[in-house]
């Protein structure tokens, strides 16, 4: 057999010639000694940095004042984004509603399809909701035609852009479409104040909603970076937006709605280059002449 070999591990003091400690230890005691060791020092380290001010020493380490603080933020901004997102569905929804161009069918698909309809339960309009009807939409013939004029001719309207021009499309339409150049910005089309401000995926930019004197209320869609906020007056002519992105043609164009008192108006009626009417000429004067 071959011998085992075995190591001796001295401590001696040398001030007394003394030894005050000795072992021996094979191969694989010692290597076992040497691991327990390592881990009674991790132990006790681990102890230290955990339950000492050590602590506060390690990258990356937080304050309980800073977690507390931060904690709070989080808290605040989840609630500010729960209301950002309830003011951003009212918002969608009034636009919706005021919508004229939506279909009938867009709310049709709520509605249950496991019970048919047959044609006996579908009644025929009566005389008196015929007659409520028409009166309804000689109502808003009156209007549109005749009340918003007038109320529009105590406001000064300016021009959405500079040089953006409305698309022929969209000159007799609810909705008008302004085409932009690149370095064009947006302008309030009258004195009022922002009452919403927010992001659309549908219109893929930002979109502005001002409240004017009168009942008029502008809605620019689409529109780029937003140098208003909520709440803030704004005067007519005064820049609210930069140019929208392009789109997949290279198109910079950006929406225009406009109410009264409720009801969808043409924006070309009154923000076209042909519906500003010339300031009136100054009569000539002439100098009374002598004798």
Request: hydrophobic share 35%; charged share 20%; net charge negative.
């Amino acid at each position: 057999m071959r011998p085992v070999r075995k190591y001796r591990i001295t401590i001696e003091d040398e001030s007394h010639l003394t030894e005050v400690a000795s072992g021996r230890f094979t191969r694989l005691g010692l290597i076992g000694i040497c691991l327990l060791a390592f881990v009674g020092f991790l132990t006790v380290a681990g102890l230290l940095v955990s339950l000492t001010p050590l602590r506060t020493l390690l990258p990356g380490y937080m304050k309980e004042s800073q977690r507390s603080a931060t904690e709070e933020g989080l808290l605040r901004l989840d609630s500010l984004m729960e209301a950002y997102e309830v003011n951003r569905a009212y918002i969608d929804n009034y636009l919706r509603v005021t919508d004229t161009e939506r279909q009938p069918g867009d709310s049709a698909a709520v509605v249950p399809t496991s019970r048919e309809l047959t044609s006996d339960s579908l009644m025929t309009a009566t005389n008196e909701e015929r007659r409520f009807v028409s009166q309804m939409e000689e109502r808003e013939r009156f209007n549109i035609s005749v009340l918003a004029p007038l109320a529009a001719d105590a406001i000064l309207f300016s021009p959405v852009t500079g040089d953006g021009i409305f698309t022929s499309d969209s000159r007799e339409s609810e909705t008008g479409v302004v085409v932009v150049p690149p370095d064009e910005s947006i302008q309030c089309a009258a004195d009022g104040s922002v009452v919403a401000l927010y992001y659309s995926g549908a219109e893929a930019g930002h979109v502005i909603v001002v409240q004017h004197n009168g009942g008029f209320i502008t809605s620019y869609g689409g529109v780029g970076t937003p140098l208003v906020g909520i709440g803030d007056n704004v005067n007519s002519g005064q820049v609210i937006a930069l140019a929208p992105s392009p789109d997949s043609h290279g198109t910079r164009k950006f929406t225009v709605r406009m109410w009264h008192n409720g009801l969808s108006i043409v924006p070309y009626e009154y923000l076209g280059p042909d519906t500003r009417k010339p300031a009136p000429a100054s009569e000539a004067f002439e100098a009374p002449r002598g004798r």
